[in-house]
């Protein structure tokens, strides 16, 4: 059984090298309104994730919905383990399949056979079994004698050709997603499509970060709206869609107070 828990977890980032003139330009131009901050070195920490709390189960496809800057991106490489809380606790049980950034682990002076094995013990899985997968990967990447040419020497479409296929060989348990990806050219994207949709259906537990609401309704039954790294509604698709809406249209949720209707929806109220 999967499962995705936070208890209070914050994520912060120190700033080096700070002066006062560039603190005076990063409290002007930031939108983190009060995620500034410094610490016991007098550095300036920039508050990406504030005590955010809920929990995931097998079944479970969240969304993750907000402005950008809201800390969907850092909340995804939290749970894929880039990032540790420096505060709060982050529990998970489930073999975790990120597709924030598929070309990480590819070393372009090797060849592609070379980078399927490569890549692959870069997404923790031994290299006995990715020798058994690479027959299918390499039939998929549709690339042929390119295999087993330098990676440098690839296109940008032939780069990512091989990528995907490497990133999407195994069906995770919890799949983490950063937008819905495009994958190569009109050719290669029919294909990359449906290996897409095999891989979210194959999953036990699913967290989609996406400015295409269209597509959060198909996929996913939850959802958490994200502002300043704080979660600031948490519940159906549905209703946090409008949350995020009036978000954007009052610059808060409290006109949603006024009519009645609760801000923050606990996880026992969105389950």
């Known amino acids: 059984m999967s499962y995705i828990r936070l208890d209070n977890v914050s994520i912060e980032f120190p700033i080096y090298?700070?002066?006062s003139r560039s603190l005076k330009k990063a409290l002007i131009a930031t939108s983190t309104r009060g995620n500034l901050a410094r610490d016991g070195l007098d550095r300036v920490m920039v508050r990406a994730l504030s005590n955010l709390n809920f929990e995931l189960q097998s079944g479970d496809r969240l969304a993750l919905i907000g402005p950008n800057g809201a800390g969907k991106t850092t909340l995804l490489k939290t749970l894929a383990g880039i990032y540790e809380p420096t505060q709060g606790r982050f529990h998970s049980v489930g073999k975790v399949s990120s597709l924030l950034n598929t070309q990480v682990g590819l070393n372009t002076?090797?060849?592609?056979?070379?980078n399927i094995i490569l890549r692959g013990m870069f997404m923790g899985m031994h290299p006995k079994e990715m020798h058994r997968l690479a027959p299918e990967i390499a039939e998929f990447t549709e690339l042929g004698e390119y295999l087993d040419m330098p990676v440098r020497t690839?296109?940008?479409g032939m780069m990512v050709r091989l990528a995907f296929a490497i990133s999407?060989?195994?069906a995770p348990e919890i799949l983490l997603m950063d937008e819905w990806l495009s994958v190569g050219d009109a050719q290669f994207l029919e294909k990359a499509q449906r290996r897409?949709?095999?891989f979210v259906l194959g999953s036990n537990i699913l967290v989609l970060a996406s400015h295409s609401f269209d597509l959060v309704e198909q996929w996913c039954n939850r959802a958490i709206l994200l502002h300043h790294g704080k979660i600031a509604m948490m519940g159906t698709v549905k209703d946090v869609i409008a949350g995020y809406r009036e978000l954007i249209e009052y610059g808060s949720l409290e006109h949603r107070v006024e009519l009645g209707e609760p801000a923050m929806q606990h996880d026992a109220d969105a389950a």
């Open 196 to 198: 897409i949709e095999g």
């Open 154 to 156: 690839y296109s940008a």
């Open 109 to 114: 002076d090797a060849t592609g056979r070379e």
């Open 168 to 170: 999407t060989c195994v």
């Open 17 to 19: 090298q700070g002066s």
